[in-house]
């Protein structure tokens, strides 16, 4: 059991505390996307998708839009640049031409398994390791303060952070 003495002291709460941690959490990411982008040849959101495609070959371009909440033309733009560099395959079914299965190319998992980590990026990763309650909470206090701004545009919530595009 620790003492008293033993316990961090609680930071003052206040609206510029708040603020404080937005700017080193956004911040943090921009770094982490910075560094993929410098150490690997690609954007963070890039390498991101080339995870989703490591851990689950053959997905469809809306499959990884949603697992990347993400607009599915914007993952199609995106999936059109990895395959331009030969990072990313692109297979249509016989039975259905229609549907194009996604996978990475020889030279996709070589470059993702050199590149930093973690490949989804440090604020998704950090994300997806908080339990359920803490993301149900954190999703909750989030949406307070979304109500609190005018003129909102929800659309911002299916596009990369402008940084790691």
Do not use: C, Y
């Not at 930071?11 to 505390?17: G, M, N, R, T, Y």
């Not at 733009?77 to 299965?101: F, P």
């Amino acid at each position: 059991m620790s003492k008293p003495s033993d316990r961090k002291p609680q930071a003052q709460v206040s609206p510029l505390s708040v603020l404080q941690r937005f700017r080193v959490l956004i911040r943090t990411a921009q770094r982490h996307s910075q560094w993929i982008e410098k150490q690997s040849g690609v954007t963070g959101a890039q390498l991101w998708a080339m995870q989703e495609l490591l851990e689950e070959p053959g997905l469809r371009v809306g499959e990884l839009a949603k697992r990347m909440a993400l607009h599915q033309s914007t993952a199609s733009n995106m999936i059109d640049k990895l395959e331009t560099n030969g990072l990313v395959a692109k297979a249509r079914n016989s039975a259905d031409q229609r549907v194009v299965r996604l996978s990475l190319t020889a030279a996709g998992r070589e470059l993702l398994a050199r590149a930093p980590s973690p490949a989804r990026g440090v604020l998704p990763e950090a994300l997806r390791l908080l339990d359920s309650a803490s993301q149900a909470r954190l999703q909750e206090e989030l949406d307070g303060l979304l109500q609190q701004i005018k003129d909102l545009d929800e659309g911002f919530g299916m596009q990369p952070l402008p940084f790691t595009e």
